[in-house]
C-alpha cells in the first residue's frame, strides 16, 4: 500500500513543485532554509526510507565489515524515524523515535523480523500473475497463520 501511495505522488505534479521548490530553497539563505525546515517537519509525523546497500562485502582498515546502519534524517518535530538497509543479503532495520511516542522502541524492533518473514511469505507464495491488495494480503497471512 505504501509503495502503490509513493508511486501515485512521484507521478502527480506535487512531487514535481515539491522537487522545485526544495531546490530553490537550497540556494537560499541559511536562515530561510531553517524556517523552511521547521515548516515541513511540522506537516509530518514520520521519516521512513529503504536503501539497498552493497551486496558485495566491504572492508574497513583491512577489516570486513559485518553490518551497515544508517539513521533516517530527523528534526525535533518528527516523532518516528525508520530506516531499512540491504547489505550481503541481510536487511538491517533501524528505529528512532520520540520516547513520548515509543517509550520502548526495542519492543517495537523485536518484532520486525516476524513481520518481515510474513512479507517474505506473501512475496514467496502468492500468485506473483496477480496484483495482492491490502485486504488479499491480510486474508492470506491470516490463513497462513490458522493453519
Keep these: 500500500h505504501v509503495a502503490e501511495c509513493m508511486n501515485q505522488l512521484k507521478s502527480s505534479r506535487q512531487a514535481i513543485v515539491a522537487y522545485g521548490l526544495l531546490a530553490a530553497l537550497g540556494m537560499a539563505p541559511a ?3 531553517e524556517i523552511a525546515l521547521e515548516l515541513f517537519s511540522r506537516k509530518a509525523t514520520a521519516v521512513a526510507t529503504n536503501v539497498p546497500g552493497p551486496q558485495q562485502p566491504l572492508y574497513l582498515a583491512g577489516g570486513k565489515i559485518k553490518e551497515m546502519m544508517f539513521w533516517v534524517p530527523q528534526t525535533g518535530s518528527i516523532g518516528i524515524g525508520l530506516s531499512i538497509l540491504s547489505y550481503r543479503g541481510q536487511v538491517h532495520f ?5 520516547a513520548r511516542l515509543i517509550p ?3 519492543n517495537v524492533i523485536r518484532r520486525f523480523g516476524a513481520e518481515f518473514d510474513k512479507l517474505l511469505y506473501l512475496a514467496m507464495m502468492g500468485n506473483w500473475d496477480e496484483r495482492l491488495d491490502a485486504e488479499a494480503a491480510a486474508a492470506l497471512l491470516e490463513d497462513a497463520t490458522e493453519a
Excluded at 94 to 98: A, E, F
Aim: hydrophobic share 35%; aromatic share 0%.
Design 94 to 98: 533501524g528505529l528512532i523515535s520520540d
Design 104 to 106: 520502548d522502541p526495542d
Design 31 to 33: 536562515a530561510v532554509q
